[in-house]
């Protein structure tokens, strides 16, 4: 069951979460932050405002699936959807989250203290109905072909942002021989 479990996951649901080094989490987070600018400007408006995003906001989400951010009865109710409809819905339950909690976002004066208040007001989000029906009706429409476009269009900044890092550490290692 376990590796059925892990096949389903790596192969299916989230293609872009293989090997090392967190790079599907990246490919998600960046998602995550154009599904933010497009269908929260709010929240992008304020995240912009206090030089931030919504990856520095929410780096754990993903890699979690959850399970660290909420409570266990939410996790598992996510994790329904998820086996359901497939990896978009880590996305939806992202943007809800965020959405949820817009008031506090734009009332934080610093990226740190906007994370302690959606990590504390996360961990005490008992109300899954509430949660999932943000999640599939209050942040709109996202077809799978379109989140699957953002997909490919973060990976090839992620694969930029890699080829920048790469260049630069041969540089520094090149001046230091």
């Not at 009865?73 to 965020?98: N, P």
Request: proline content about 3%.
């Amino acid at each position: 069951a376990f590796w059925t479990l892990a096949v389903l996951l790596e192969d299916k649901l989230f293609p872009y979460c293989r090997g090392q080094g967190g790079y599907g989490i990246k490919v998600e987070l960046r998602v995550l932050d154009m599904l933010v600018t497009k269908k929260l400007p709010k929240v992008a408006a304020h995240l912009t405002k206090l030089e931030s995003n919504a990856a520095a906001v929410s780096p754990g989400w993903f890699s979690s699936l959850f399970t660290t951010t909420l409570p266990a009865e939410v996790t598992a109710r996510i994790f329904d959807c998820l086996l359901l409809e497939g990896g978009k819905v880590l996305q939806r339950v992202g943007l809800a989250l965020l959405k949820h909690y817009e008031s506090s976002i734009c009332a934080a004066s610093h990226p740190a203290q906007l994370r302690k208040v959606l990590d504390s007001r996360a961990a005490r989000l008992y109300d899954a109905d509430a949660l999932l029906n943000t999640a599939f009706k209050g942040v709109g429409a996202m077809p799978t072909a379109a989140v699957q476009g953002l997909r490919s269009v973060a990976a090839a900044a992620v694969d930029e942002q890699i080829e920048e890092h790469r260049q630069h550490f041969e540089l520094i290692v090149c001046r230091t021989h």
